[in-house]
């Protein structure tokens, strides 16, 4: 899916493409992916179908922009900025996973746009995937370098934590009736401890 930069020149999005955005938003949480427009999101905005094409070609380019604004917004509360790396790529990818499944964007997503959704699972990477496999492999690369994450290629283990961080927040529903979020959350968080810590540390710290 092809995007173009939210603001158009590299810069902070102006207040227009702010309120396209913010009206997109309201309207997948609404409508669903399916059955969003842009006419629709010019509308809410308050301005014209072409000052809305101007900056997004169509309306998948505009949510997908969404979605990464989305996400970037909750990794930028999550993740911790001092502490061994593991810890803090646990603690961030933990405290991410639960703001996701509350989150009523994502959630809308999760609920109506479920044959959209298999389509990441299943079929490809999506941009948010593709940008969480980087910031993950990065604080892994730190974390063998400070000594709190194993040996191993640095893609290959991100791609793996991104594919158990997934499941934890795409299947929470189907398994609330046996994990609570507190539950979930800490077995999530057991599971990425255990998949990365050094050998030679493992049973010190478990």
Same mark, same amino acid.
């Given at each position: ?12 999005? !102006? ?5 396209? $955005? ?25 301005? !014209? ?12 380019? $505009? ?7 989305? &996400? ?23 405290? *991410? ?18 044959? %959209? ?14 940008? %969480? ?9 730190? *974390?063998?370098?400070?000594? @709190? ?7 290959? &283990?991100?791609?793996?934590? %991104?594919?158990? !961080? ?15 979020? @507190? ?10 401890? *255990? ?12």
């Amino acid at each position: 899916m092809q995007t173009i930069d939210v603001a158009g020149t590299g810069d902070e999005p !102006s207040e227009i493409d702010l309120a396209i $955005l913010d009206a997109a938003r309201a309207c997948v949480e609404e409508f669903g992916v399916r059955r969003t427009t842009l006419t629709e999101v010019a509308r809410r905005a308050g301005v !014209s179908r072409p000052t809305v094409y101007r900056r997004w070609p169509d309306t998948g380019s $505009l949510l997908a922009e969404l979605l990464v604004r989305e &996400l970037r917004k909750i990794v930028g509360r999550t993740m911790p900025g001092s502490g061994p790396a593991r810890v803090r790529l646990v603690d961030g990818v933990v405290a *991410g996973a639960s703001i996701v499944r509350a989150n009523p964007l994502f959630a809308k997503i999760f609920r109506t746009d479920t044959d %959209l959704m298999l389509t990441y699972v299943f079929g490809r990477l999506g941009r948010n995937q593709r940008e %969480l496999i980087l910031l993950f492999a990065a604080l892994i690369r730190e *974390g063998q370098r400070d000594g @709190s994450v194993r040996p191993g290629d640095p893609d290959e &283990l991100a791609t793996m934590v %991104l594919l158990m !961080s997934q499941s934890a927040v795409q299947s929470a529903g189907m398994v609330g009736h046996i994990l609570s979020e @507190s539950r979930l959350d800490a077995e999530l968080a057991r599971a990425l401890d *255990g998949y990365l810590v050094p050998d030679d540390r493992r049973d010190v710290e478990w």
